[in-house]
């Protein structure tokens, strides 16, 4: 099957990014952001009138998202006005449209109170802004007769190139330049390889898959064992030092379990998810 004429809206961004360095239908995709002078584009509904009546779209993935969790936090009205307003307004019309469309979400619709991974159907209770942002637009979807589109909830995403903004890649640019690197041992995540992502975002496209699934690989880790796993693998010999998440002084109130399931994936695709390790081996 071929699958032609895909936009994707906010791919300035890392995981824009991705999917231009890394998926197989890129050539049947047109990127619109914020960087590009010849696809520049502003979240309005007369935009996103414009663009799919002049383009015939049949596919979109919709990553246009106010992302840092700290600055949803310190700009609350701006985060609420992109992430929930207009993104509502975008999705309304893609679904009016019927034109399927991945939306991606968060680890932090959760509140990170549980003592195992959360699975697709666990309740959501995030207490974090960005995290109630994304609940929003969820529960918005989730009450739609026609569910012609998808929901990914992703967890960090890494890239072995080490050249985005990621924790990761940022991590790594701290300790060139500091003797001693302080991250947290208590909050706990379930990466996911960049290049697994865009597979299963090219399967989905493909097929039109429908629902809500966790995106996440099979290891968990603290932030401090993420970091001693990568520095032993890329030979840095910066000190690390484990503090606790509130250490750090952040004003939101962060989740600390963000460990997800990826049973259902799995399951849906029969897909395997690449080792973490083996992934920075040279």
Do not use: H, W
């Not at 072995?160 to 300790?175: A, G």
């Not at 989905?204 to 603290?222: R, V």
């Not at 004003?251 to 990826?262: A, C, G, P, V």
Request: hydrophobic share 35%; proline share 1%; with cysteine.
């Amino acid at each position: 099957m071929v699958t032609t004429n895909i936009a994707v809206f906010g791919s300035d961004g890392s995981i824009g990014n991705y999917i231009r360095k890394y998926s197989k239908l890129k050539k049947n995709m047109t990127f619109y952001s914020r960087k590009y002078k010849n696809n520049f584009f502003d979240i309005k509904i007369s935009n996103v009138e414009n663009i799919l009546t002049k383009k015939k779209f049949t596919r979109i993935v919709f990553l246009i998202s106010f992302t840092r969790p700290e600055k949803c936090f310190l700009k609350k009205k701006l985060s609420y006005e992109i992430n929930v307003k207009k993104t509502k307004k975008f999705l309304k019309y893609l679904i009016k449209r019927k034109i399927y469309f991945i939306f991606f979400s968060s680890e932090y619709v959760f509140s990170g109170k549980n003592n195992k991974k959360y699975r697709e159907n666990d309740k959501k209770n995030s207490r974090m802004t960005y995290g109630l942002n994304k609940i929003e637009i969820e529960s918005f979807l989730n009450r739609q007769l026609t569910k012609n589109f998808s929901i990914l909830r992703l967890g960090k995403v890494y890239d072995n190139s080490l050249s985005d903004n990621s924790f990761f890649s940022n991590l790594i640019k701290y300790s060139k330049k500091n003797k001693s690197v302080y991250v947290a041992d208590d909050q706990y995540f379930s990466p996911v390889f960049s290049r697994d992502l865009v597979k299963i975002i090219d399967i989905f496209l493909k097929k039109q898959i429908a629902g809500t699934f966790n995106i996440c690989g099979d290891q968990s880790f603290s932030r401090y064992e993420f970091a001693q796993k990568l520095f032993k693998l890329l030979k840095i010999n910066t000190q690390l030092i484990p503090i606790k998440f509130n250490q750090l002084k952040m004003k939101e109130n962060f989740s600390l379990n963000t460990t997800m399931s990826n049973k259902k994936i799995k399951k849906r695709l029969n897909f395997k998810f690449c080792n973490f390790e083996k992934n920075f081996k040279t």
